[in-house]
């Protein structure tokens, strides 16, 4: 699953929360600040556990108020190890 999330996303430690929370659940992929102040999310796992990931994502970290999530195409063919924060 690939998200874009907008809303009050920088600067409000939502990189660092999503990758505690994937790992917590055990997904790989990676999450970036993307222009417009937005935060683009790349994850891979369970699809149920997925789920849960993507449910957190409609709130993110208490500081940050999340406006939208868009789903945007993925490569699903890309493996992933671990989950990254990446510039």
């Not at 369970?46 to 208490?62: M, S």
């Amino acid at each position: 699953m690939r998200c874009q999330i907008t809303g009050r996303v920088q600067g409000v430690g939502f990189r660092y929360t999503a990758r505690e929370r994937a790992n917590d659940l055990g997904l790989s992929g990676w999450v970036r600040n993307i222009s417009g102040s937005r935060v683009e999310v790349f994850v891979q796992g369970p699809e149920a556990t997925v789920g849960v990931f993507a449910a957190w994502l409609q709130d993110g970290p208490t500081a940050a108020r999340v406006e939208h999530v868009d789903e945007v195409p993925a490569n699903p063919d890309t493996r992933f190890v671990d989950f990254e924060i990446r510039p």
